[in-house]
Structure formats: C-alpha cells, structure tokens
C-alpha cells in the first residue's frame, strides 16, 4: 500500500520541475538576447521567466486544492 503514495509523491514533483525548467529556458533566452542585441528574445525571455513563476505559484495550489477535495 505504500506505492500509491511513492507515485502520488513523484507526481507532485512533477510539476514543480516544469515551473524550474520554464524559468531556466526565460533565463537562457534573455541572455541569448542580450549578448546579440536583440530585444526581441530578451523579452520573451523575460516573459518565459514570468510564466515558471505563475507555473510554481499555481503548482504549490494544487496539492491544497485535491486535499480539500478528497477530505
């Protein structure tokens, strides 16, 4: 009985990891941006940073929100 609860708990993870990557990808590309002068990628570098912290915010959420709802 304890895998279900492994598989829930490496689920949860998954999420977090996709907010992480999100910003990792806005963080290179901003870079790219900059050392090129182009401010076209800077800005959608920045933009992609914004949305892994929206995905982490939202991310921390959902645990919360399945547990009121199974109680």
Not at 13 to 26: A, D, E, F, H, Y
Not at 51 to 68: M, S, T, Y
């Amino acid at each position: 009985m304890t895998e279900p609860q492994e598989n829930n708990t490496d689920e949860a993870r998954k999420p977090t990891v996709s907010g992480i990557g999100q910003k990792v990808l806005g963080e290179i590309e901003k870079l790219a941006g900059v050392i090129n002068a182009d401010p076209l990628a800077q800005a959608e570098g920045e933009f992609n940073i914004e949305v892994g912290d929206i995905r982490n915010e939202l991310e921390d959420e959902l645990p919360e929100e399945k547990n009121e709802t199974s109680s």
